[in-house]
């Protein structure tokens, strides 16, 4: 098992940058997928990144390719998404996702969950 905890999120302006991180607890934090997943109002929650155990494979979705970086530190149990180029329709609650099972990256099944990070961008 593994707890998650969500930070870095807040309020930035329109083309601004946030770095999020997602912490794990535990001592087995290569051993799971991670994922960044994100849910505005009245939407379905978004798969935005995925990354493999070692951090050598990565996915992003086309809504965020070329302005969101995932990547994660195993020695520090924690993984993070760097967000660039920010605009108003990215406004959501972003979540981090752990699953031990393997997949494909672009999978949006995980068993653990964080609490979320607001996210919010003015125009």
């Known amino acids: 098992q593994v707890q998650l905890v969500e930070s870095g999120g807040g309020l930035v302006q329109t083309g601004g940058s946030l770095r999020l991180s997602c912490a794990a607890s535990?001592?087995?934090?290569?051993?799971?997928?991670m994922g960044w997943f994100r849910q505005a109002p009245g939407k379905d929650r978004e798969l935005l990144a995925a990354?493999?155990?070692?951090?050598?494979?990565?996915y992003h979705a086309d809504s965020v390719k070329g302005r969101f970086t995932i990547s994660r530190d195993n020695a520090k149990n924690t993984m993070y998404l760097q967000m660039n180029s920010l605009k108003p329709e990215d406004t959501a609650v972003y979540y981090c996702a752990a699953d031990a099972a393997l997949a494909n990256l672009a999978t949006m099944r995980y068993e653990y969950w964080g609490q979320g990070t607001q996210v919010t961008v003015s125009s």
């Open positions: 535990g001592r087995t934090f290569s051993t799971y997928r």
């Open positions: 990354i493999s155990r070692s951090g050598v494979r990565t």
